[in-house]
């Protein structure tokens, strides 16, 4: 993944509805569990792009921006804007929502891992 691939993602209805419902779930997890993230070296300067790429105000409500894999692209990690304007971060397996992170607005969740 580089800075080139950027691209915003626009989710179905089916999985807004699921990132949505996710985020208002148990999945949620407070801010100091954002250690548990578990992101390759290699992504952070592309998670950093895609961060300031789904924070910016003309990215519309529901777009997704994939940054990061694991387990040979079963294990997935993406920001995710949700229908409030909020920033989650989405952890998949097998596009199973597994968990949902707040990243703090400094990207220590990037840089502390």
């Known amino acids: 993944m580089t800075s080139e691939q950027i691209k915003l993602n626009y989710l179905s209805d089916n999985n807004i509805i699921k990132a949505e419902e996710a985020i208002n779930s148990d999945k949620l997890q ?3 569990n954002n250690n548990m993230l578990s992101i390759s070296y ?3 300067e592309f998670a950093e792009k895609a961060y300031e790429e789904i924070i910016k105000d003309t990215t519309p409500c529901t777009s997704y921006i ?3 894999e694991n387990c040979y692209g079963f294990k997935v990690y993406g ?3 949700s229908k409030n304007n909020k920033i989650y971060i989405i952890d998949s397996y097998i596009e ?3 968990r949902v992170f707040i990243p703090d607005y ?3 969740f990037i840089k502390n891992l």
């Open 96 to 98: 199973d929502i597994q």
């Open 66 to 68: 994939r940054f990061a």
């Open 106 to 108: 400094t990207m220590k």
């Open 30 to 32: 407070p801010i100091e």
């Open 42 to 44: 290699q992504y952070y």
């Open 79 to 81: 920001f995710y804007k």
